[in-house]
C-alpha cells in the first residue's frame, strides 16, 4: 500500500477490526487493478486483477471493506440522488437527456461520479422542495406539483 501512498484515487483493500491484513493483493495487484478500474473495465476483470471473485469484490464494497474510487455511479445511483423513480429516468435516458454513460458494465451503464457532478452543473435542474425530485424542465416539475402536490 505504501508505494500508493499519495495517489489521489486508490483501490484499497482495509483490513478487519483487529485482524492483520495478510492474504490480500499485493502493491503491484492493487496498482494493476486501479490501471483497470480508471481504464473502465468491468468490476470482474477488476476482480480478477485483485485475485478476487466478483460476488467476493462485491461484498466487501458493500460493506466498506474494499473501495474503488473514483467511484462509478449506476442507475439506481443516480434515482437515489435526483429523486428520479425508474420510469421517470427510463423517459430521460429515451429522450437522450442524461449525460453519455462512460462505461457499461455487463448490461447496466455506468457514470464517473465527475461525469455526473459535471452533467448537474450544466442541466439547471428544478427541485421539488416537497418531495427531493429534480426534473429537467419546468414544464415537467408544475405538472409534477399539480399531480402530487396540486
Ligand atoms: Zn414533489
Same mark, same amino acid.
Given at each position: 500500500m505504501a508505494a500508493l +501512498?499519495? @495517489? +489521489? %484515487?486508490i483501490v484499497v483493500s482495509l483490513a478487519l477490526?483487529? /485482524?492483520? %491484513? @495478510? =492474504?490480500g493483493p499485493d502493491d503491484e495487484a492493487i496498482a494493476e487493478a486501479y490501471r483497470r478500474w480508471r481504464a473502465g473495465a468491468p468490476r470482474a476483470e477488476v476482480a480478477r486483477a485483485l485475485g478476487n471473485t466478483l460476488p467476493r469484490l462485491t461484498k466487501q464494497l458493500r460493506s466498506g471493506e474494499s473501495v474503488l474510487e473514483p467511484r462509478r455511479l449506476m442507475g439506481r445511483d443516480l434515482r437515489e440522488r435526483f429523486g428520479w423513480t425508474t420510469s421517470a429516468q427510463s423517459l430521460y435516458v429515451r429522450k437522450g *437527456? *442524461? &449525460? @453519455? &454513460?462512460?462505461g457499461v458494465d455487463g448490461t447496466s451503464r455506468w457514470w464517473w461520479e465527475s461525469t455526473v457532478d459535471g452533467w448537474e452543473q450544466v442541466a439547471e435542474l428544478h427541485w421539488c =422542495? /416537497?418531495?427531493r425530485h429534480a426534473f429537467i424542465s419546468v414544464v415537467g416539475l408544475k405538472e409534477h406539483r399539480t399531480r402530487l402536490h396540486g
Open positions: +501512498s499519495g @495517489t +489521489s %484515487a477490526d483487529g /485482524r492483520p %491484513a @495478510t =492474504g *437527456l *442524461l &449525460p @453519455t &454513460p462512460d =422542495g /416537497r418531495c
